[in-house]
């Protein structure tokens, strides 16, 4: 659906009287099958949104070659248009016009007649939880509705790739949720492939498939999450022991199938490769060595702890410590 | 045929939001009608020295190029206000040709300015105005055609700079001696030479000695083809920047 290979955007910026050259994208490889959700996570300033701008045609590569659902992004931008919905982070409607007058001039822009628009658009109200909104203007809606006004604007053509550019940023936890069910709903009900920019750690590691790291302009790592985070040091397990005499017991134990197992008080704790799989084992061994515990802990390592691994920089840090400007011409 | 339906797309678009708020189309044409209402009458008493008789038949012209040039260089603003709202960019992404996104713009822009123009011209004609039908005629079309050509590049200077506080004092710094030098107040015949010499180089003045020219019933002078000829020129000149700056690939 999406194949980009050696993606480069160069832009220019000037500093007082020094021109610099910024290199936002950096030679980006990309292959994302049909029917795909992909994260594609990555700190402020990495070069996410401004590889969602080449491939949905807002912005020409400097370098290198994409096709969009079949189609060359520069050569074919038309088509490429035809094929995909694009949700901005900036939105997509005015905020003084009523919204589905908005939604019905963006379906009319990709040609289609006002009844059929008119008709789908009604029924996506109804399906985003809109229902009674279509004379609403965007400013009176909340944070939640306007983004799911967005994404209907973003589907009224009814396309098979949908480009989400950082889709719940500024929402509320609650309007997060309820916006990351219609997002997984893009695939089940409308079996669309979905590439979604986030850097929400939780966002990418809960909505998609397959996540893409960028860093620097560069892609560091491509695979499911579970196989990222077991890229990295894997799964803490960590055993509260009752009988203070066993610890020394339980500890041998556990170091058996872990790394670095240490105890502290009562508790003993170890590394182990995912935790799901040794684990029944370790409870029986446990319990056939009559070593008691009062609970037990497995700590999964986060997409941050793989950032850190794969950049040496957690992505809070380089967050912080980003640098590089804002595409131009992106809204702000 | 489908580039026509997009440009009516984004053109009753426009419309319908200009329609539900109207204060900047009643801002925008107040202040001529207050140049017509409180700075007409003391033409009056002066017009015999600018060699014509009627001081509206003299003033009317100039209002209405000050419309089409002041009114028309704000269009940008609001084209801001959709940029920073995502509606530019969510129009780009969709296959509707680039150049119909600013046309559609441009056809609001231009019926706006003709509905303030009959306005004007009615307003004239009730103090007291002299001028035939083909003369207001011609003078409105010429009034469309440098506001077509300053709403063209309004937007095209909005896309560019995208800030409101970038825009603000560079159409005013244009406009300054745009008012000064273009005859709009009082004619340039009464000033010193060397100002008459400044303000042959300020196509705009040429403009409005167009459309006096043309409500005073001459249609075949220098006036009129020097003033056509720029007209033309400017709305050509400003179609082709405005196209290709919502055609520029990172606008």
């Given at each position: ?13 000037k ?25 594609f ?33 520069v ?19 005015f ?20 009844a ?11 399906q ?7 004379t609403r203007?965007?400013?009176?809606m ?20 949908v480009?989400?550019?950082?889709p ?8 997060r ?20 920019t ?6 990418a ?44 017991a ?14 502290d ?21 446990l ?20 950032f850190?691994?794969l ?11 980003t ?10 | ?13 426009q ?21 017509l ?7 009056k ?11 509206y ?15 028309a ?179």
């Amino acid at each position: 659906m999406i194949r980009a290979r050696g993606l480069v955007q160069t832009f220019h910026t000037k500093q007082g009287r020094e021109k610099t050259e910024v290199q936002a994208v950096d030679g980006v490889d990309l292959d994302i099958a049909e029917g795909e959700v992909v994260g594609f996570l990555g700190p402020n300033g990495a070069g996410k949104t401004t590889t969602l701008r080449m491939l949905t045609t807002l912005l020409k590569p400097t370098a290198g070659t994409a096709t969009v659902a079949g189609y060359d992004v520069v050569t074919q931008s038309k088509e490429v248009r035809r094929s995909i919905g694009y949700v901005s982070q900036a939105g997509s409607t005015f905020s003084i016009a009523r919204a589905g007058d908005e939604v019905m001039d963006h379906g009319m822009l990709y040609g289609l007649s006002k009844a059929v628009v008119e008709k789908r658009g009604q029924e996506l109200f109804e399906q985003f939880d809109l229902e009674g909104l279509w004379t609403r203007m965007p400013k009176s809606m909340s944070g939640g509705q306007k983004r799911r006004l967005d994404i209907v604007m973003g589907l009224i053509h009814e396309p098979n790739l949908v480009f989400l550019d950082e889709p719940t940023t500024g929402l509320d936890p609650q309007a997060r949720a309820n916006l990351w069910q219609h997002i997984a709903g893009l695939r089940t009900d409308r079996g669309a492939t979905v590439f979604l920019t986030t850097h929400y750690l939780d966002e990418a590691d809960s909505l998609s498939d397959r996540i893409i790291v960028i860093d620097k302009g560069r892609i560091v790592a491509s695979d499911t999450s579970d196989n990222l985070k077991a890229q990295v040091s894997g799964d803490l397990v960590d055993l509260e022991v009752t009988d203070a005499g066993r610890i020394a017991a339980a500890a041998e134990r556990l170091g058996s199938i872990a790394d670095g197992v240490e105890v502290d008080g009562h508790h003993v704790r170890g590394r182990v490769q995912r935790a799901g799989k040794v684990i029944p084992a370790l409870m029986r061994d446990l319990d056939q060595q009559a070593i008691g515990l009062d609970s037990i802990e497995v700590i999964r390592p986060t997409l941050d702890d793989v950032f850190l691994t794969l950049t040496g920089r957690s992505l809070r840090d380089a967050e912080a410590a980003t640098e590089q400007p804002a595409p131009e011409g992106a809204p702000k | 045929m489908t580039f026509l339906r997009e440009c009516t797309i984004v053109y009753n678009r426009q419309l319908r939001m200009n329609l539900r708020n109207p204060a900047w189309v009643i801002i925008g044409m107040l202040q001529p009608v207050l140049y017509l209402l409180l700075f007409g009458p003391l033409l009056k008493p002066l017009i015999g020295q600018f060699g014509a008789s009627n001081a509206y038949t003299f003033f009317v012209p100039g209002m209405l190029v000050q419309l089409g040039v002041f009114g028309a260089f704000f269009a940008g603003f609001s084209l801001i206000g959709e940029w920073r709202e995502g509606v530019i960019e969510a129009e780009r992404v969709t296959p509707a040709s680039r150049t119909a996104l600013l046309l559609g713009r441009l056809m609001r822009d231009l019926l706006q300015l003709f509905v303030q123009a009959l306005i004007l011209v009615g307003l004239g004609y009730a103090m007291g105005m002299h001028a035939g039908f083909r003369g207001v005629v011609v003078g409105i079309v010429l009034t469309l055609l440098i506001g077509g050509a300053c709403a063209a590049a309004s937007n095209a200077l909005a896309l560019t700079t995208k800030s409101e506080d970038v825009m603000a004092p560079v159409i005013n710094m244009v406009m300054m001696p745009v008012l000064l030098l273009s005859g709009i107040l009082l004619p340039m015949t009464i000033g010193p030479d060397w100002l008459r010499r400044a303000s042959d180089f300020m196509p705009i003045r040429w403009v409005v000695d167009a459309v006096r020219s043309a409500f005073g019933g001459q249609f075949d002078g220098s006036d009129m083809f020097w003033g056509t000829s720029w007209a033309v020129v400017l709305f050509g000149l400003a179609l082709w920047w405005g196209t290709a700056t919502f055609r520029r690939e990172n606008s």
